[in-house]
């Protein structure tokens, strides 16, 4: 699943970002369950900073972890049958000022 580059490199840094991993068709339906979920529950007018959405049980989010390969490239660095799908999820956002973009990236929403 990871080369020994990318397992070297998860050592080394700490994290690793996998491109691709996620097909682009399973990211667009994220992204469109997040906007779902911010558009029944809005963020307060004028919030800045972080905002958790906690204890979420949707199931596009959820199914990323069955049908995507994202459980077999994470077991691939903890080892294989370590973990289990979770039952519930976080959606965490981070609103401007508080520009937050994961390592190698430019966008803080998902992206392919």
Known sequence: MLSADQ???????GYLVVRGLVPADAVAAANAAVDRLIERDPLPAGHIGNHAYMGLADPVLLGLQT?????????????????????ALQVALSIPPWLHAPAGTTSTALSA
Do not use: R, S, V, Y
Not at 7 to 13: K, N, Q, S
Not at 68 to 83: N, S
């Open 7 to 13: 397992l070297d490199e998860f050592a080394t840094e």
């Open 67 to 87: 049908t995507t390969p994202i459980l077999a490239a994470a077991e691939a660095l903890t080892g294989a049958d370590t973990l289990d799908p979770a039952e």
